[in-house]
């Protein structure tokens, strides 16, 4: 099967990787020559992702679209709806966050305050503004802890935001699930995340996450799911408070919380997206040992250096020609005997920096 990837960056590489294993040939489009998905796409299409006339070739080019990112224009995208097991509707949600807070209310799902910021006079305290549309790792973004923190001119006139409330939460997980065209819905082990500066920074799957707390995100995540009608990985962030697991976002694609997948469980988040989108039965995921995924950013190339004097530690290289801070050029994935044994092999990949 002929599968269609837009976007060529570090998911779509991992996608086409998976793909290529099953017998399947990619075509990929994205507006630079040399991203790391051309390690593995037949055909690499230059265009930019707005672009009607590269979308039209991928279409007719492909039997089946996938994408590895959000940002891409919906009207184009719209013309491939019989292609898409993803849908349009999991995407255009997805591109906006009010809408994406909007629908887990709809499902009874619970959420951190939030609505749309218009003017000062819908401010409260505290919380964080953000761009409706766009902006990911962080950017677009406006903390505000108390009135006097509050700067107008920092956000631009005639974007819409978004305010939510920030959450004192005890920490943060992510349910990665994938469905099927037949209806099943397998989740894998599910991590706990630590972000720095808005990028996630380590996911640690280690079993300790209460299983109240898994059982409540696992079926809020299958409202999501089966609302959409999505076939593929999909995945929802939560923060978790005590025994509140409160919706942050969703990504109706794999996950770079989910990289931890491809050596530590016994089918990847990137394996069962493919199986789902080609009309395939997906495979129950499987633990097969405790594991913590490092992102590797542009300032932290040394971490490959400290990683590869270690047993049992899997470097997965971006293939990116330039790195330079905060951009995602890689990810680590520790495997290990026990949590300690993770943290440990950790602690001497990153030193201080935890």
Same mark, same amino acid.
């Given at each position: 099967?002929n599968?269609g990837i837009i976007g060529?960056?570090?998911?779509g590489?991992?996608?086409?990787?998976?793909?290529?294993?099953l017998?399947?040939?990619?075509i990929?489009?994205d507006?630079?020559k040399?991203?790391?998905? !051309?390690?593995y796409?037949?055909?690499?299409?230059?265009?930019?992702?707005?672009?009607?006339?590269?979308?039209? *070739?991928?279409?007719?080019?492909?039997d089946v679209?996938?994408?590895?990112?959000?940002?891409?224009? *919906?009207?184009?995208? !719209?013309?491939?709806?019989?292609?898409?097991?993803q849908k349009?509707?999991?995407?255009?949600?997805?591109?906006?966050r009010?809408?994406?807070?909007?629908?887990?209310?709809?499902?009874?799902?619970?959420?951190a305050?939030?609505?749309?910021?218009?003017?000062?006079t819908?401010?409260f &305290?505290?919380?964080?503004i953000k761009?409706?549309? %766009?902006? &990911?790792?962080?950017?677009g973004?406006?903390?505000i802890?108390?009135?006097?923190?509050f700067?107008p001119?920092?956000l631009?006139?005639?974007t819409?935001?978004i305010?939510e409330?920030?959450?004192d939460f005890?920490?943060?997980?992510?349910?990665i699930?994938t469905r099927?065209s037949? %209806?099943?819905?397998?989740?894998?082990?599910v991590?706990?995340?630590?972000?720095?500066?808005?990028?996630?920074? !380590?996911?640690?799957i280690?079993k300790?996450v209460?299983?109240?707390?898994?059982?409540?995100a696992?079926? &809020?995540?299958m *409202?999501?799911?089966?609302?959409l009608?999505y076939i593929?990985?999909?995945?929802?962030?939560?923060?978790v408070?005590?025994?509140?697991?409160?919706?942050?976002?969703?990504?109706?694609?794999?996950?770079?919380s989910?990289?931890? !997948?491809?050596e530590?469980?016994?089918?990847s988040?990137?394996?069962?997206?493919i199986?789902?989108?080609?009309?395939?039965?997906?495979i129950?995921?499987?633990l097969?040992?405790?594991?913590?995924?490092?992102?590797?950013l542009?300032?932290?190339?040394? &971490?490959?250096?400290?990683?590869?004097?270690?047993?049992?530690v899997y470097?997965h290289?971006?293939?990116?020609?330039e790195?330079?801070v905060?951009r995602?050029? %890689?990810?680590?994935?520790?495997i %290990?005997?026990?949590?300690?044994?993770?943290?440990?092999?950790m602690?001497?990949?990153?030193?201080?920096?935890?």
């Open positions: 099967m599968i060529g960056g570090q998911l590489m991992m996608m086409a990787r998976e793909a290529i294993k017998g399947h040939k990619i990929s489009l507006p630079s040399s991203c790391s998905i !051309t390690k796409a037949s055909i690499h299409l230059v265009y930019n992702y707005y672009d009607e006339e590269g979308i039209k *070739k991928l279409i007719a080019s492909s679209i996938t994408y590895e990112f959000e940002n891409i224009n *919906k009207e184009v995208i !719209t013309s491939l709806t019989d292609k898409l097991p349009i509707q999991a995407l255009e949600i997805s591109q906006n009010l809408k994406e807070k909007e629908l887990a209310k709809s499902l009874g799902i619970q959420t305050k939030f609505k749309k910021y218009i003017d000062k819908d401010l &305290y505290p919380s964080i761009s409706i549309m %766009g902006g &990911y790792d962080g950017k973004q406006l903390l802890k108390d009135k006097l923190d700067k001119e920092l631009n006139v005639g819409n935001y305010i409330e920030i959450i005890d920490y943060e997980i992510s349910v699930s099927d037949f %209806g099943k819905i397998v989740y894998y082990p991590p706990k995340n630590v972000h720095k500066n808005g990028i996630l920074f !380590t996911s640690i280690t300790d209460p299983l109240n707390v898994i059982d409540r696992k079926a &809020y995540t *409202k999501i799911l089966e609302s009608d593929g990985t999909l995945a929802v962030e939560f923060f408070r005590g025994t509140d697991v409160l919706f942050n976002e969703f990504a109706p694609r794999p996950h770079n989910g990289h931890y !997948t491809i530590g469980c016994n089918v988040q990137f394996k069962n997206h199986l789902a989108i080609t009309s395939n039965h997906v129950e995921p499987l097969l040992a405790d594991s913590i995924m490092i992102n590797v542009g300032q932290n190339l040394g &971490y490959f250096d400290k990683a590869r004097q270690l047993s049992n470097i290289d971006y293939y990116k020609q790195a330079f905060n995602k050029m %890689g990810h680590i994935t520790i %290990g005997t026990s949590k300690e044994d993770c943290i440990r092999k602690d001497l990949i990153i030193g201080e920096q935890k």
